[in-house]
């Protein structure tokens, strides 16, 4: 017993030694954006109502329920909540019941110091009762197997939250690619038709003397481009439907849209960025990742406390009895009650190799940490690029839209004033419907920006 509470005190004094290196810090971080103002993010939630289209609105709701990455995602984090049931659970005594009977029989043979050998004898044995066992948590190996769960509980939760992130930004970006693929499939067709009454006037005018076959031919590509460019708007808005579909775990054919709504493109968008620090805060992905890095570092010390001693409390109350009728007596009453210490000596290499393992998996996390630090910051950064490159390249078709527009207008009032034909209008007509063709592209990628950006903003 003194050599047991030697070893035991021993093994704690040791056990108060630094197991392994703490968590790094986290990441330096800049101080601000490449030519981005800073200011406080708006408190807008959720932002996809930003842009008033209460279809959009019930799309992202019904994905948020319905998509199968969410609901993955959500189910590896009811995984991670059981795990830590079941490592609280270890920390627990445990009681059981239990019930036998067994007939034995025992040869003759004979035995040190009897005279006589012993006859063979059969009897019956009959025992139930109950026995508990309790592991003493001595240097807190259980309690770091909890700690280890709840680690890889809170990640599950952060993961669950950027799927959500990342299914409504993908909602917005396909609802807006097929609203976008219809308004232009509109102005496509009108350019269309628009170019085969040109391909008429120029033809008449070729007749006539007054013009070219080159511009024939133009108005014949024209038309051809028209009707290409149809095609593919088609097939761009079939893709985005079945992007939704994926989205909304449904099949393509039982995506409802409804009516088109202007306030998808009229939508008066806004962005401002908070400090860096504050988006890693936020943004899940950098979460869940220091979170798995934190639980690898804990597991290092839990598998390194397996060389220490366990120091567990056995009982059992119950009856035994050789006969039936005596079992429940009072004669047949017996108990135990015991403490059990055991330490490992010679495991072969087993804890050295799962702890060398376990170091490999922290060195693992804390690469995968340092990646979703930068990539979080190269995401914002790439998004600030593009919605301040789609803000100048819609600000830039506003602006020639209304000047193809004054052109039109001054068209028409020549040809009514007999100055010039109706070539010179069509070609103008061509010129309207190119440019608000390409101010309907302009303003897709402004919403597609805006989503961009609240996705990496973790809004």
């Given at each position: 017993m003194r050599t047991l509470l030697a070893i035991l005190a021993l093994s704690a004094l040791s056990g108060c030694a630094t197991l392994v290196e703490p968590l790094p810090a986290p990441e330096s971080l800049?101080?601000?954006?490449?030519?981005?103002?800073?200011?406080?993010?708006?408190?807008?939630?959720?932002?996809?109502?930003?842009?008033?289209d209460t279809t959009l609105d019930a799309l992202v709701d019904e994905a948020l329920q319905q998509n199968t990455d969410v609901r993955q995602a959500a189910a590896r984090v009811a995984q991670a909540r059981a795990l830590v049931a079941s490592a609280r659970a270890e920390q627990q005594p445990s009681v059981g019941v239990g019930l036998g009977a067994n007939r034995r029989r025992y040869p003759a043979q004979r035995y040190p110091g009897f005279p006589e050998p012993v006859p063979a004898a059969t009897f019956n044995e009959v025992a139930g009762g109950i026995e508990a066992a309790y592991e003493i948590d001595l240097f807190g190996r259980l309690a770091k197997g909890v700690a280890r769960a709840q680690d890889e509980q809170r990640a599950t939760e952060w993961d669950l939250r950027a799927a959500r992130l990342a299914v409504a930004r993908d909602v917005v970006a396909a609802y807006a690619d097929a609203r976008v693929a219809e308004a232009r499939l509109s102005e496509i067709r009108q350019l269309a038709a628009t170019a085969a009454a040109l391909r008429a006037t120029e033809g008449r005018l070729?007749?006539?003397?007054?013009?070219?076959?080159?511009?024939?031919?133009?108005?014949?590509?024209?038309?051809?481009?028209?009707?290409?460019?149809?095609?593919?708007?088609?097939?761009t808005h079939a893709v985005a439907i079945a992007r939704l579909g994926v989205l909304l775990d449904q099949a393509p054919v039982d995506v409802k849209m409804g009516a088109p709504s202007d306030d998808l493109f009229a939508a008066p968008l806004r962005v401002s960025v908070d400090l860096p620090a504050s988006v890693i805060e936020r943004r899940p992905d950098v979460q869940a990742a220091w979170q798995r890095l934190s639980g690898a570092t804990t597991d290092i010390e839990r598998v390194r406390l397996e060389r220490y001693p366990r120091l567990s409390l056995t009982g059992a109350l119950g009856f035994a009895s050789n006969e039936l009728h005596t079992?429940?007596?009072?004669?047949?009453?017996?108990?135990?009650?015991?403490?059990?210490?055991?330490m490992p000596l010679l495991d072969g290499g087993r804890i050295d190799a799962r702890s060398a393992g376990a170091v490999a998996v922290r060195d693992q996390y804390?690469?995968?940490?340092?990646?979703?630090?930068?990539?979080?910051?190269?995401?914002?950064?790439?998004?600030?690029?593009?919605?301040?490159?789609?803000?100048?390249?819609?600000?830039?078709?506003?602006?020639?839209?209304?000047?193809?527009?004054?052109?039109?207008?001054?068209?028409?009032?020549?040809?009514?004033?007999?100055?010039?034909?109706?070539?010179?209008?069509?070609?103008?007509?061509?010129?309207?419907?190119?440019?608000?063709?390409?101010?309907?592209?302009?303003?897709?990628?402004?919403?597609?920006?805006?989503?961009?950006?609240?996705?990496?903003?973790?809004?």
């Open positions: 800049p101080a601000g954006w490449r030519g981005a103002p800073v200011a406080e993010t708006p408190a807008v939630a959720p932002w996809w109502k930003a842009f008033g070729v007749r006539a003397g007054l013009g070219t076959t080159r511009d024939a031919r133009d108005a014949d590509d024209l038309a051809a481009a028209a009707a290409l460019s149809a095609a593919q708007l088609e097939r079992w429940l007596t009072r004669n047949a009453l017996a108990w135990a009650i015991g403490a059990a210490a055991s804390a690469a995968a940490y340092r990646r979703a630090v930068v990539v979080a910051l190269g995401e914002v950064e790439e998004a600030l690029a593009a919605w301040q490159a789609a803000s100048v390249e819609l600000d830039a078709q506003t602006d020639a839209l209304a000047r193809r527009a004054r052109d039109r207008h001054e068209a028409g009032r020549a040809v009514a004033l007999g100055r010039s034909g109706a070539r010179d209008r069509l070609r103008d007509e061509v010129a309207v419907l190119r440019t608000q063709d390409a101010l309907l592209a302009a303003q897709f990628e402004r919403i597609a920006a805006y989503a961009a950006i609240q996705h990496a903003l973790a809004q």
